[in-house]
């Protein structure tokens, strides 16, 4: 079974800090993404990545960064912590270049205060 | 841009019944629908996926059927018990990178 892992469920975060949320997966697959999920508000698209060191923006990318500097591992970046940034954020992970299934990890539930 | 709708928002039914939860979306180009079950706090667990050719997929108790013309998919639980309370989501993709997601129908199944 695929797998991705994120490495945080809980995270308590003060405004400002620099916020890293790491996710892996172990199938080999090309795409990955990071959202962010709210109440009333769905799942937003924050980055995703088609290949190492390739990132493209989705729709709410302000205050966000992302590195993939290897094929499992994409991470998410929060330069510096606004209390707009308490969310619940989802990785996941698809194979091939266009996209087909997802899968998802356990999810991070950030609280910035 | 693709915009996907769950209605209901939110749906209680007594243990035992059978129900449908409904998914309309707006561009019928897709390349696949899948539809996601989350529990509270948690992340996304794929339930079942149907590629644009496909008109149904069943798992289990579980069955998906996808009309693209009409733009409107349909989850069918038959059965239904206490342990499939959860929030299920659809999400569509076109080719490409991107999913889209409906916001989702709440469950509650009474015991």
């Known amino acids: 079974d695929v797998k991705v892992t994120q490495s945080s469920r809980y995270l308590v975060k003060r405004t400002g800090e620099k916020v890293f949320l790491e996710c892996v997966q172990d199938m080999d697959h090309e795409n990955m993404f990071w959202y962010r999920q709210d109440p009333g508000l769905g799942l937003r698209l924050i980055y995703f990545s088609y290949d190492v060191k390739m990132k493209e923006k989705g729709d709410i990318p302000e205050g966000y960064s992302v590195s993939r500097e290897k094929k499992e591992r994409f991470s998410l970046i929060l330069e510096s912590a606004s209390t707009n940034q308490t969310s619940m954020y989802l990785c996941?992970?698809?194979?091939?270049?266009?996209?087909?299934?997802?899968?998802f990890g356990q999810g991070t539930r950030l609280t910035v205060v | 841009k693709q915009e996907v709708t769950q209605i209901p928002a939110a749906l209680s039914v007594p243990e035992g019944e059978n129900l449908v939860l409904n998914c309309s979306f707006t561009d019928s180009a897709i390349y696949n629908l899948q539809w996601f079950r989350q529990d509270p706090g948690k992340g996304l667990t794929s339930l079942l996926l149907i590629q644009s050719s496909q008109r149904e997929q069943t798992s289990g108790r579980l069955n998906a059927s996808l009309d693209k013309s009409s733009g409107r998919s349909t989850l069918y639980i038959a059965a239904s018990q206490p342990g499939d309370s959860a929030t299920y989501l659809c999400?569509?993709?076109?080719?490409?990178?991107?999913?889209?997601f409906g916001t989702g129908t709440s469950l509650t199944v009474i015991p």
């Open positions: 996941a992970s698809s194979p091939h270049r266009e996209a087909t299934e997802a899968f």
């Open positions: 999400a569509v993709s076109l080719t490409g990178n991107q999913f889209y």
